[in-house]
């Protein structure tokens, strides 16, 4: 019986140990440890590298190292790739993504504002600039800057066990926005069906869930209209 639970030990410990060694474009993975998530990230890794020459790798941590900044953390890991490396990163505990380039130049590729965007359509963030826009320039900002395919998905409310689910969903979601928006940029298809726009599903029912969310709000606030009314009338006729 011991000698079978350290076979059994040892294999998981060589599975591990492989994982790591082939997730070439999840970089680190302290969080979701899935095959499968692993295996989708690795595939739009590798067909993106094949087709561009530009490297995407994903970072997930439980915090960052103490008095480290997400972008000092993310400037140490980048500084090790040769390679053109876009870098994105999510940091669990300190409740931060950011995406970080090892040459400037990449930026032009891929729209960082638009991916990291905490809305996803111009009613969401119209209605989101109503409520807590505090200037003009930032009434603006909220209502351009759509469009977002991480923040929603992680801002979301998750069930019970399923919170690692819901990150895996946020971070490929993000992960394959950047990779089509390079490709596209570059003139160059991805292949394996990476190309369309699948990664926008999960999206359409957090857009779906907000407007059903407002639809409820005006039609609650309607009724206590007429109810307010009506009750007012009858005090009136009372006196």
């Known amino acids: 019986m011991k000698i079978f639970k350290r076979g059994l030990f040892a294999l998981i410990l060589t599975l591990l140990f492989t994982t790591q060694l082939t997730a070439e474009y999840l970089y680190k993975d302290e969080i979701v440890y899935n095959p499968k998530f692993t295996q989708e ?3 739009v890794g590798a067909a993106l590298y094949k087709q561009t020459g530009i490297a995407l790798r994903l970072v997930m941590i439980k915090e960052l190292p103490k008095d480290m900044t997400m972008y000092a953390y993310e400037k140490g890991l980048l500084s090790h790739f040769k390679e053109p490396t876009i870098l994105l990163t999510f940091a669990e505990m300190n409740t931060q993504v950011d995406i970080e380039v090892n040459d400037e130049s990449l930026y032009k590729y891929f729209d960082k504002k638009q991916i990291l965007s905490p809305v996803t359509s111009y009613v969401q963030g119209f209605m989101m600039a109503a409520f807590y826009a505090k200037s003009w320039n930032e009434f603006k ?8 395919t991480i923040l929603p998905l992680l801002g979301g409310k998750a069930k019970k066990g399923k919170v690692t689910q819901k990150y895996a969903a946020a971070m490929f979601n993000g992960y394959l926005d950047i990779a089509q928006q390079v490709a596209k940029a570059k003139g160059v298809k991805l292949g394996s069906g990476f190309d369309s726009n699948s990664n926008q599903e999960t999206l359409f029912y957090v857009k779906l869930l907000f407007y059903f969310g407002v639809l409820y709000a005006i039609i609650m606030y309607i009724k206590r209209k007429i109810y307010k009314t009506r009750h007012k009338d009858e005090t009136y006729r009372k006196w």
Not at 141 to 148: A, D, E, K, R, Y
Request: proline letters at 0%; charged letters at 20%; aromatic letters at 0%.
């Open 41 to 43: 990230i690795e595939e």
């Open 141 to 148: 900002s909220m209502v351009t800057n759509t469009g977002g």
